[in-house]
């Protein structure tokens, strides 16, 4: 019978067997030969006696054979215990070589996981990496993922649409698009969609009602940490639904999701969180709520104090914060040491905050290294140990600076930083809406009014009024998802009124004539009995990725560019001959 590398058990023993696969792991013991034949599917291993033996020996890693055999049980010393076909072997008795292959530049081999290669050439031999188990797990993870998406959504009346890649050059992130020439119509582009926003919205126009895709888009940012310059997005749109309904649909996905992905359960409906008190009590936008540590804002105890680095900054304006790390256990033999706090500092300062410092509690009382600033503390203490709540070995850190922006943000990154590493969670997974803000941010660079999600997003019917007077005022009909401190998506009820859209548009400074050649296309839909409209991006990668208990989105992706948004296996992107841009686009010198 024919199987796959990882499906014999004891129950075949005896049988004769045909296996196809590749020759992972090569061992010779003179009189036996043993290779372990894998596929997809998993190992199995292969045992060589006799003139097949000789035959075998000519066989290389990862050449790609057809045996037959018959199936044995293994010695009790030699049960391989982590691998399920580890009870057995095949004898083998006939080998057919399909194919050879050059020498892998790395190992394949999961028991030497720890020696994994390094990413590039990883990157590089992407294809090679993938016959990894561990590479393989997250491919396969995705693809589960994906199908328990598609089938939630039609069985709620979703249709899958495909809207186009190549699409009018808009503005719709904040981030740089892609663009593509054409041949056909010299001097003219097409871009690549930063997300179906604009085209999903045409689709609700068009009375489609419910769309649903899982959606490649592009976006030209720096290919920082854990950002690829394309991603796949699960993306919605439905007409006549409110904010309630999305999010309890979306709740629903992911019930579906852990239920039947990862069997785990899932408690909805997920916590909701102004935005203004995300950022004031966990100096985040997104914040990791399985660890309750927040910012305490102690500016009135740091003035009431004799330290005078905090007492300056509280007296010239700026704002003095604490957050008490509850678990920290401070101590030599503890994760939070004084090495541990020393590095933090300069981990601050890597995010612009240079007032920090670092307390502890020991026998009910803060102490310091050096003392001397716990007694200056000493006028505030019992104030302090009040607000805080510290418990016996808690760590405490205290920022402070002028900008209380740069502040929440420098400590929001901290706090996530120092629970982490002390690792003491509430919960697995902590999913959160974050609502109720601005329609509009302060671009601190160009000092302009920017969306603070995308430029469709609906003003709250209460706050509309401000919008010429205190753009600022106005609030949004925005909703962000966030799964362990980290954002999913966003989503929210859009604009479906073609004269409000062009205001937001000249709010946002733009003039009549980029309104008309960049948004016409959707202003004009509009105009045509747009109905009440909202949806929803969601990061899929970041999705499969934290079910996996993972960060980092590259390896959920099957061919990922790196960080410096190469794609190693082709080696993308590259130039181009200067004759065939002439030629076919008319693009002449190109600096580089
Ligand atoms: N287009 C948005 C994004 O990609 C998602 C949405 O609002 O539906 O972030």
Excluded at 341 to 362: D, N
Aim: charged share 30%.
């Amino acid at each position: 019978m024919e199987l796959s590398c990882g499906e014999i058990r004891e129950a075949h023993i005896g049988k004769e067997v045909t296996l196809h696969g590749w020759c992972r792991y090569i061992r010779d013991h003179g009189g036996k030969l043993f290779i372990d034949i894998a596929d997809k599917h998993g190992a199995t291993q292969l045992v060589f006696e006799g003139d097949v033996k000789s035959e075998a020996e000519k066989l290389g890693k990862e050449y790609v054979i057809e045996i037959t055999g018959k199936v044995n049980k293994r010695n009790e010393e030699t049960v391989d215990t982590k691998n399920p076909t580890g009870k057995t072997e095949v004898l083998v008795s006939t080998i057919k070589l399909l194919n050879k292959s050059k020498l892998p530049p790395f190992e394949l081999i999961e028991e030497k996981e720890k020696f994994l290669a390094n990413e590039e050439i990883r990157l590089q031999y992407r294809y090679l990496d993938l016959r990894r188990p561990q590479a393989l797990k997250h491919i396969v993870l995705k693809d589960k993922i994906s199908k328990i998406v598609r089938e939630y959504f039609w069985d709620n009346e979703f249709m899958e649409l495909e809207t186009p890649i190549m699409i009018k050059d808009t503005y719709e992130t904040g981030a740089r698009t892609f663009l593509v020439p054409s041949r056909f119509n010299r001097g003219k582009f097409y871009s690549l969609p930063q997300s179906p926003q604009f085209y999903k919205q045409i689709c609700m126009v068009s009375g489609l009602e419910k769309y649903f895709q899982i959606a490649k888009c592009f976006r030209d940012e720096d290919p920082r940490e854990d950002r690829q310059p394309e991603f796949t997005q699960i993306d919605l749109e439905m007409a006549f639904k409110d904010e309630k309904y999305i999010q309890a649909l979306i709740e629903g996905m992911f019930k579906k999701i852990f239920k039947e992905a990862v069997g785990k359960s899932l408690k909805t409906p997920f916590k909701h969180l102004p935005f203004a008190e995300a950022m004031n009590k966990y100096g985040s936008d997104k914040p990791d709520l399985r660890y309750d540590n927040f910012l305490v804002d102690i500016t009135d105890e740091a003035v009431k104090s004799n330290y005078n680095i905090l007492k300056r900054v509280a007296e010239n304006g700026g704002r003095v914060k604490a957050i008490a790390f509850a678990g920290s256990k401070y101590g030599k033999e503890s994760k939070i040491n004084e090495a541990y706090m020393l590095k933090t500092i300069e981990l601050a300062k890597s995010f612009g905050l240079r007032g920090l410092t670092w307390l502890y509690v020991k026998g009910g009382e803060i102490r310091s290294e050096p003392q001397s600033i716990a007694d200056s503390l000493r006028p505030s203490e019992k104030a302090l140990l009040k607000k805080l709540s510290p418990k016996e070995g808690d760590v405490i850190i205290i920022g402070s600076d002028l900008s209380e922006r740069l502040l929440l943000d420098a400590l929001g990154k901290l706090r996530k930083v120092i629970s982490d590493h002390i690792g003491i969670y509430g919960s697995e997974f902590s999913f959160l809406w974050v609502d109720e803000m601005p329609l509009f941010e302060m671009d601190e660079v160009t000092k302009k009014l920017k969306p603070a999600h995308n430029p469709v997003t609906a003003p709250t019917p209460e706050t509309e009024k401000f919008l010429e007077s205190e753009p600022q005022k106005v609030m949004s009909r925005q909703y962000d998802l966030v799964l362990n401190g980290y954002e999913l998506g966003s989503g929210s009820i859009r604009i479906i009124d073609p004269e409000f859209q062009k205001k937001i548009l000249r709010i946002l400074g733009m003039s009549d004539k980029t309104i008309e050649n960049s948004f016409g296309f959707l202003i004009e839909a509009l105009s045509y009995g747009a109905p009440p409209h909202g949806g929803i991006g969601l990061g899929l990668d970041r999705i499969v990725a934290l079910l996996s208990g993972e960060n980092n989105i590259r390896d959920f992706i099957l061919f990922p560019k790196n960080k410096r948004g190469e794609l190693l296996l082709d080696g993308s992107p590259d130039q181009i001959d200067p004759k065939r841009l002439k030629d076919d686009f008319g693009i002449g010198h190109i600096e580089v």
